[in-house]
């Protein structure tokens, strides 16, 4: 059984830096690709960033570019997502998600496991 568990979020200032850890077990993810994605109050889950965990390919929403970077460690089954000069339009619940097909995709509806949520807050 897929499992993920994110850790990291919290409260901070415009301009501070938050690195998200998404822990994985359950089954090799070599041919899976990883996705953080959020979701603020009244709005829909929206994709943020994605890495192919074989090749590491990435992919970012255009506002976080520049801004945050998605990694994964395959010794510690361990995707991250560090944020840097972050902005209170990035206020969300971020959600990692796990896609059992290694491409390039930025739909949620093609992540088939999710993990519980870490919350971030950025005041101005």
């Known amino acids: 059984q897929v499992q993920l568990v994110e850790s990291g979020g919290g409260l901070v200032q415009a301009g501070d830096s938050l690195r998200l850890s998404c822990a994985v077990s359950g089954r090799s993810f070599s041919r899976y690709t990883m996705g953080w994605f959020r979701q603020a109050p009244g709005k829909e889950r929206e994709f943020v960033a994605f890495?192919?965990?074989?090749?590491?390919?990435?992919n970012y929403k255009d506002s976080v570019k520049g801004r945050f970077i998605i990694s994964r460690v395959s010794a510690k089954n361990t995707v991250y997502l560090q944020m840097n000069s972050l902005k209170p339009e990035d206020t969300a619940l971020y959600y990692c998600g796990a896609r059992p097909v290694d491409d390039d995709y930025t739909d949620s509806r093609g992540y088939a496991n999710w993990g519980q949520g870490t919350q971030v807050t950025v005041s101005s």
């Open positions: 890495i192919r965990w074989s090749g590491g390919r990435t």
